[in-house]
T-cell receptor
């Protein structure tokens, strides 16, 4: 079945540590996105990519980095510069630029600082 | 600034009744409006999309309306079932590119048997 796979489901980060969240899709979608979800807030866009080897900052990119070396993969690194990283992270993809067919989301990664 | 308002409190409804969820927006001119379902600990699942020139869209027991004058969308689930219990998100798309989709915080629906 086609879809988006995020791993791990749960991740614990120590202070000052970088961690990488994995996102893989087999939908042949061009665009991929990373969102952060916090209680009482809507999804906030971290980074997005329209094409391989190209990506753009979203609304809250500080403290995060991404790469898009393959169409299928869009990993997110949460760096030590992100001061409040505890959140639910969602990866998504879409087929068309205007997202008029909606996004396909992964099952999410819950990151906790310990 | 752009703002999306969804009733953040839970909506409780008796099984078999019609659930109606509201999405209001300000300072925005969306070309499309989308509705998603999200279960606890899971990613949102796309349900329906309605365009600015459409008044209503239906899919099985779901119906969405879009009033650009009132700046409001209503999401209806008819003959609601306990399995419909989830959080429902609306999302506005200005149609200007990948980064212009804005999500609301969602409304939690509880269907009581």
């Amino acid at each position: 079945d086609g879809g988006i796979t995020q791993s791990p489901k749960y991740l614990f980060r120590k202070e000052g540590q970088n961690v990488t969240l994995s996102c893989e899709q087999n939908l042949n979608h061009d665009a991929m996105y990373w969102y952060r979800q916090d209680p009482g807030q809507g999804l906030r866009l971290i980074y997005y990519s329209q094409i391989v080897n190209d990506f753009q900052k979203g609304d809250i990119a500080e403290g995060y980095s991404v790469s898009r070396e393959k169409k299928e993969s869009f990993p997110l690194t949460v760096t030590s510069a992100q001061k409040n990283p505890t959140a639910f992270y969602l990866c998504a993809s879409s087929q068309h630029e205007t997202t008029n067919y909606g996004y396909t989301f992964g099952s999410g990664t819950r990151l906790t600082v310990v | 600034s752009q703002k999306i308002e969804q009733n953040s409190e839970a909506l409780n409804i008796q099984e078999g009744k019609t659930a109606t969820l509201t999405c209001n927006y300000t300072n925005y001119s969306p070309a499309y409006l989308q509705w998603y379902r999200q279960d606890p600990g899971r990613g949102p699942v796309f349900l329906l999309l309605i365009r600015e020139n459409e008044k209503e869209k239906r899919k099985e027991r779901l119906k969405v309306t879009f009033d650009t004058t009132l700046k409001q969308s209503l999401f209806h689930i008819t003959a609601s079932q306990p399995a419909d219990s989830a959080t429902y998100l609306c999302a506005l798309d200005a149609g200007l590119g990948y980064q212009k989709v804005t999500f609301g915080i969602g409304t939690k629906l509880q269907v009581i048997p």
